[in-house]
């Protein structure tokens, strides 16, 4: 926990760029205590607090990627960089694709991650994030990826991913939320925001995640809720 608050003081006093040149302080769950609480609210407090340096910095570096694009694109330069984006963000690169490239890198709202942190890990408590530091229910589906889960379907194969640490979780989150085709609807939802001028909704983007989960519309809602109920602890205030 120490550490989580260490950099949770170094980016209210630096700001975020400082922490693009130097990977954040990798964390796992064990760094997480929530033992000596008793107060939902402090609990609360304790989980956005530990969560959000990680999820801003993770933010951050995807932002500060994008600034780098939009660079090369006006520049017509540093097409080594564009190509290799193009490729980890599942871009088909061949017909030079901004549109879709630009809408892939960019950052998931501060909110609506913390929300389905908390929902997905019961506030850092469940198995999969106290064992595997896995923090938004993410599967993977080669053998001894993961954890497998104790109510897996017969047949089915997928295991619950397993990271080294929290930071790992929080940037296989957002590249799934980046890339994933079934989160068109998010980025879309962002894309249009952004166009706009307008700030980050985590609300409208939650609409975007109606298959993260086999609860569809539930899910939702449920995440919706969090964000209304927890948006001052969530954004620190």
């Known amino acids: 926990m ?78 080594a960089l564009v190509a290799a984006t193009a490729k980890d963000y599942s871009v088909k690169w061949d017909e030079e694709n901004w549109d879709k490239l630009l809408e892939r890198v960019d950052a998931v709202a501060l909110e609506l991650a913390l929300a389905q942190s908390a929902n997905e890990s019961a506030w850092g408590q469940s198995r999969f994030a106290t064992q595997g530091n896995n923090f938004f229910g993410q599967w993977c589906y080669k053998k001894g990826c993961g954890i497998v889960p104790s109510r897996r379907n017969p047949g089915t194969t997928h295991e619950v991913a397993s990271f080294k640490s929290v930071n790992d979780s929080v940037r296989s989150y957002l590249k799934n939320i980046n890339t994933g085709r079934v989160y068109a609807p998010l980025r879309d939802s962002r894309k249009k925001d952004r166009v706009a001028g307008k700030p980050a909704n985590a609300k409208n983007q939650a609409g975007g995640l109606i298959k993260y989960s086999e609860r569809r519309e539930e899910y939702v809602k449920e995440v919706r809720s969090m964000i209304r109920v927890n948006k001052k602890l969530m954004l620190g205030m």
């Open 2 to 79: 120490k550490k989580i608050i260490l950099l949770s003081i170094f980016l209210i006093l630096n700001g975020l760029t400082p922490l693009l040149h130097a990977e954040a302080a990798k964390v796992t769950a064990k760094d997480l205590d929530m033992s000596n609480l008793k107060d939902v609210k402090d609990k609360k407090k304790r989980f956005f607090d530990f969560m959000r340096p990680i999820v801003n910095h993770e933010n951050a570096k995807i932002l500060e990627l994008r600034k780098e694009l939009i660079a090369a694109k006006k520049q017509n330069n540093n097409k």
